[in-house]
């Protein structure tokens, strides 16, 4: 504890909780600060990369390349902001953009086709042929009304996975 | 084959669950019309378990946690224990201090002017030579341990001296062997290190038997192996002392052990060391500070408390694997000890884990 709380201060949680709509609760921030500044060893104010890659729980998660696209450079704010989509308190269209900007690899607004075999790339590794990714993708897509030339917007991942309970979330420990 | 309702749980198995997906290929040996659970571009596109195993790595990961030093609860914060404490510091650091360090002065006088005539005159009676520069090696450690006011509580039988036999250990930190040698003399197996510490290795632990190895060197293991090997066999050798975590650990966890010590076809000895922290915390953070920066804070302290427990010898049970094995001694020793284990390998303290890690995942 100690030094590192006296150097946020209430107006500081204050805007950050405003910047990631209450999605965390002041407790939590305090703690989430402690977390950034245990990762950012070198006290620049933003995480680089490697760090990431240093904690082993998430250099071996299949999809770490492309969140480690999302977060480089954080400072505590995006950081804060990009942790929101995990809390129990956001809501489930905020969770879906989470999703649909892993996806959108270019940032450009729309899911291509490849965008999406890259994501079913990393989750199943060798575990399937590339012949039989795209033949299972495109075979789904058809099924769900879509070609495998279709650009999928931010509503069509909406109207997808809008139906369902989606279960994402990270649990913040608060000391 | 499991089910493929299985999809949409939040298990973590999400890809190897993905074998389903063959069954539902046009071109794939079964082709099921209607297959039980459908596949759909819903469950395909939801990553939500994945991406939520990565949050929680972000916000907070076992790993990390085995390696912070937990800063003790402040108890001097009020206005009567303050000028108490106050008083202490000054205690500790004028008077307790300075008697300390003319402890540990004489006794490095007393042994060196004992060993190094010893070393070179007895050179032709290796037995008696070597009996006495053990019992001098135990001295010194007592010297040391006293030097810190150490309070060792040690539970279970001695160690005795017999071929075939190997003692592992949980690590904290450097003082974890100065503890244990001030009882029995070990030959233990090391880090080369810079500086005096690596001259009081090169000199005064060579005499005991010691074996170094380096880290950064990748051909070093199996020459350590074989060493390892050698001196196990020798009868007139000190038993052999190895920290199979290899690295210093919090105190609160055990890391994953390394199979090397428990490859070497002899009876496995666990020995759980739990430093209590009530007056300084033993744990060495290699990353924060040097060791010699850790030695002036535990002199400067008012005791190093800590419980060893010599636990009861193990040996490799029919059918087991080396890695089960220690990972059976892990358990006796996490136990005794009050540790709680955590799944990874202490080196990836110092490097990230390979892509093959991830393929399997």
């Known amino acids: 504890m100690g030094n590192t709380s006296s150097m946020l201060t209430q107006y500081d949680i204050e805007e950050v909780q405003q910047h990631c709509k209450h999605a965390f609760t002041q407790q939590e921030i305090v703690s989430l600060y402690q977390r950034f500044c245990q990762l950012d060893r070198n006290n620049c104010g933003f995480i680089p990369s490697d760090e990431f890659l240093s904690i082993p729980e998430f250099a071996v998660n299949p999809l770490s390349q492309s969140l480690l696209r999302m977060l480089d450079g954080f400072n505590f704010k995006e950081f804060i902001a990009f942790l929101s989509a995990f809390s129990p308190r956001s809501t489930l269209q905020h969770k879906i953009e989470f999703i649909f900007k892993v996806y959108d690899t270019d940032c450009n607004g729309k899911v291509s086709f490849d965008d999406m075999l890259t994501v079913l790339r990393d989750l199943t590794g060798q575990y399937m042929s590339e012949h039989q990714r795209k033949e299972v993708l495109a075979q789904v897509l058809e099924e769900a009304g879509y070609t495998k030339d279709s650009f999928l917007v931010l509503s069509d991942f909406m109207k997808i996975l809008g139906n369902s309970d989606l279960k994402m979330e990270a649990e913040v420990p608060v000391d | ?361």
Not at chain 2, 183 to 204: C, D, E, N, Y
């Open chain 2, 1 to 361: 084959m499991n089910s493929s309702g299985v999809l949409k749980s939040s298990s973590s198995e999400l890809d190897l669950d993905r074998p389903n997906i063959e069954d539902y290929l046009p071109s794939g040996a079964a082709i099921q019309q209607e297959p039980r659970g459908k596949l759909r571009l819903h469950d395909l596109l939801d990553i939500s378990p994945t991406l939520s195993e990565a949050a929680g790595a972000i916000v907070d990961d076992s790993f990390t946690r085995c390696f912070k030093s937990n800063p003790p609860e402040p108890w001097n914060w009020n206005i009567y224990l303050f000028p108490l404490w106050c008083f202490g510091v000054l205690l500790r650091y004028l008077i307790v201090f300075p008697t300390r360090v003319l402890v540990l002065t004489i006794g490095w006088i007393i042994f060196l002017s004992s060993f190094i005539p010893v070393h070179f005159l007895l050179k032709g009676h290796d037995r008696l030579r070597r009996s006495i520069e053990r019992s001098l090696v135990e001295m010194i450690c007592s010297f040391f341990v006293a030097s810190w006011t150490g309070v060792v509580r040690y539970h279970g039988p001695r160690p005795s001296r017999r071929p075939k036999q190997v003692f592992v250990a949980n690590h904290t930190s450097m003082i974890d062997f100065i503890v244990l040698e001030q009882m029995t003399a070990f030959a233990v197996i090391m880090q080369k290190h810079p500086g005096w510490v690596g001259l009081l290795q090169s000199t005064i632990l060579e005499s005991v038997g010691c074996i170094w190895f380096n880290r950064s060197e990748a051909k070093d293991r199996e020459i350590v192996a074989r060493k390892l090997r050698e001196h196990v066999q020798g009868a007139d050798n000190n038993p052999l002392l190895i920290f199979p975590e290899g690295t210093c650990v919090n105190n609160h966890y055990t890391v994953m052990f390394k199979k090397g010590a428990f490859e070497l076809g002899c009876t496995v000895c666990p020995v759980a060391i739990k430093y209590n922290k009530i007056f300084v915390d033993a744990f060495w953070n290699s990353r924060k500070q040097s060791f010699t920066k850790h030695l002036l804070q535990l002199m400067t302290s008012w005791a190093v408390v800590c419980d060893v427990w010599y636990l009861e010898p193990q040996s490799l049970k029919p059918g087991e694997t080396p890695i089960e094995f220690a990972e059976r001694v892990r358990d006796i020793i996490s136990t005794r000890a009050g540790l709680k284990k955590v799944p990874w390998d202490g080196y990836l303290k110092y490097s990230r884990p390979s892509p093959k890690h991830r393929e399997r995942k």
